[in-house]
């Protein structure tokens, strides 16, 4: 009898050889998403175009050639964007502008994960008094007024680009922080969370081991969706002259001094925004089509 | 009788419910004073309907809930009194298995590492190899394939779930399991596969089974004595086969005669007892006895006067002004 | 008292060589396979099997409310009309005036935005053309008939403002209320307590007797049937694998599958010192077997099992589809 019940089973097996775990599902739920794929191999392109910047222009990005100041696209003479109002090229720039905008996008969202994912996934679990002051303590930095944060830390360190990462990061953190938070208040009364307090495991542990793998799904959505917000952010302080220094430039420094000669010369304001817009793009249908693929099956 | 592995003594369970923004907040006895024994290589039955508290009682006595007050003695030790470390320390020998199979496990581990997670809390010296032979034994001893010990949850049925449960629950060999409804989501095929497996993991071990239910069947097949609880308090506790054989209990009596039959004579041939009414809502039981509102024989002293569990010539407790007048079947 | 009813005239509801299945993305899943039995006017039917057997999709299909991915092909006849393949217009006509359907959990089946008297009154209306005062009347009374008490007052709460036991009440009220011909109850009671369970089942006893409707009772509960059916049909893996009356299925069981499935189930009052489990689980509807898919599960399982499917044949009475002959005494 029982040889019978062990054949079948190592039938069932066979048919179903890789262990399916959660995430490799969701991978192929993923790949079956036209537009998340689209939007990855784009970003895949503009990233690739970013970090090879120096092999693929013709022209260094910080030498200014005073025979061209401001002029439209050239093919001639390979300025493929065209020139900025100080001679320099703006393909190559938009390019290394790139490098800046994504690394920061990549980073902050990054600082803001590594911190808000431990801060909501603690302060969640915790309850009671401690809940009570962590999330009062983000409520609190939450009615901080941005900019007047990332002024003072300009003012206090300096214009540093170390310093960008860190200021878009700790506002980032607390939006993250909240999602996580929620997240882990429904996650901790599921069964499995209970099978392990019962199991006599450590809190902290629980956190490690059983909250936080299961909110990957969640954040990891909202991660994608945060790198935009953080690019259009470093714009943002760009354009109001906060951002990165001469003669580093980001989209955000590009679109700014190119909206001041939009009149004369669109081409210096079209280009690095269609990029900054693309990418954005990119970003949204990736974080949908994650959004789609994570999502637990109906069992 | 040697000492018993649990004591529990008055045990009561509150939960603070609020109505309305400025309406105090009134209380819900889930668990209302239990008390029982249980000893060891025993199974003790815990019978009752929605909101009568069982799966209430079962996390109170292993502290997953915090009682409101109430003494658990565990090995002769007061649980209540112990810290968190040496409370986590005591885990290892006393478990617990959920009704839902597949929500008790986590989706992002591997069988192995859900089965191996006790062994990894309690016996950290061990290494790799040694867990995974460990986990590869249980999982044969439950039934399951040791080759499958790197599949998801998800990839498993309900009852192979359940299984896995086991698995993680009995690794450390406790001395107590306490199995909150561990059959009632599983198919009627595979809940006998699932109660054969406890009695056997019983017999080979001698541990002590809490075995809540509200299939008073599988109930009293698997149980040495039941104990049957209603709005939170126990209405009759005793030896499984008498319990149900001749209970003492107008709420007993209902509970056997309700449970259907698989057998067409004798389930058309039986005298049901069908209670009037319905359940009295937990937040507002009736006074003196809470199950006057739909007992066949209450009278004015059932509304005065609460029942005390006493003790009665079969070996039962029963816990009701009347209990001599409800002698025949 | 239970008796084997001779089929003389017509049966009020033929199925003939029924198949269901579902498109999904992983494959067409066959949830119901040449499945045929017959019910008589008056007649009480319980359907038995687990999840997965198949047994809910048969009705489904046979009122039209199966899934869109869900197709049924095979005949099924109510009073001589075909239902399969039927037009909506023709299919409303006959949903809740002739033929009623109460599910498990009367609180995803009741709207929980509409008052329960404007839930009764609905059906009454559209099928029975009646005004809104008598409908109301006629709800009223209904409601009393399934044992609601202060119906009149009880009419005008919601849904969520009756306990479990009697939203059930009032979905066997709703359905009653037009007489219909037949009535379906699927798993009607295993959402409930179990003594409501024992209140509705009284009520529907008491019913059956009053009102003659034919009933199929569709459950896993083989207590439940004992008490209440006149025949039982046991599913497994979408296909029937017995029909008999109630008493043959419980004292004289042919199929090795509702042997096992009696030999497993513990009882209240009798002892058992060890439950027979049937081995092995039913098998995934995505991946059957081929030949019999009892088969692996199976202590009697011959050769010709692995190759052909057992077609139900009629043995002593009772109707079972095996390739193996129980003995004459199969008490099981």
Known sequence: MAEIIIQDEAQEIEAALEARGLWQDALRRLARNRPAIGGIAVLAIIALLTLLAPLISPHPFDVIDWDHIGTPPDLAARYFFGTDANGRDLFVRTLYGGRISLLVGIVATSVSLAIGVTWGAIAGY?????????????????????????????????RNIVLIFVALGAVEWLNMARIVRGQTLSLKRREFVEAARAGGVKPLTIVRRHIIPNLLGPVAVYATLTIPHVILLESFLSFLGLGVQEPNTSWGVL???????MEGAPWALLFPASFLAVTLFCFNFVGDGLRDALDPRDR | MSMPLLSVRDLAVHFPVRSGLLARSRVLKAVDGVSFDLHEGETLGIVGESGCGKSTLGRAVLRLLEPASGRILWLGRDLGGLGAA?????????????????????????????IGEPLRTHEPALGRAAIEERVAAMMRRVGLLAQQINRYPHEFSGGQCQRIGIARAMILGPKLVVCDEPVSALDVSIQAQIVNLLKALQDESGLALLFISHNLS????????????????????GDARTVCAAPRHPYTQALVSAAPIPDPDRERAKRRLVLAGELPSPLDPPSGCAFRTRCPKATELCAAERPVLEDIKTGQRVACHHWRETGQR | MPSTRAIDSAPLLAVEHLDVSFATPDGTVRAVQDVGFSLAAGESLGIVGESGAGKSQVFLAALGLLAANGSAAGSVRFGGDELIGLSRQALDRIRGARIAMIFQDPMTSLNPYLKVAVQLTEVLVVHKGLGGDAARAAAIAMLDRVGISDARQRIDLYPHELSGGMRQRVMIAMALLCDPELLIADEPTTALDVTIQ?????????????????????????????GLCDRVAVMYAG???ETADVRDIFYRPRHPYTRGLLRSMPRIDADAAELTAIPGQPPNPQRLPSGCAFRARCPHRLPVCVTTAPELRPVAGSHVACHWDAPEDAAG
């Open chain 2, 218 to 237: 599988v109930v009293r097949h698997i149980s040495h004595r039941i104990l049957v609880l209603y709005l939170g308090r126990i209405v009759e506790l």
């Open chain 2, 86 to 114: 040496e409370l986590r320390r005591q885990r290892r020998d006393m478990q617990i298995i959920f009704q839902d199979p597949l929500a008790a496990l986590d989706p992002r581990m591997t069988l192995g590492e859900i």
């Open chain 1, 255 to 261: 679109i700014s001094e190119g909206a001041r000669n």
């Open chain 1, 126 to 158: 915790a309850g009671g008094m401690v809940d009570g002051v962590m999330m009062r303590i983000v409520d609190i930095l939450y009615a901080l007024p941005f900019l007047f944060l990332v002024i003072l830390l300009m003012v206090m360190f300096g």
């Open chain 3, 198 to 226: 024992a209140q509705i089942l009284e009520l529907m006893a008491e019913l059956r007797l009053a009102t003659k409707t034919a009933t199929v009772l569709i459950t896993h509960d083989l207590g439940v049937v004992a």
């Open chain 3, 239 to 241: 296909r029937i694998v």
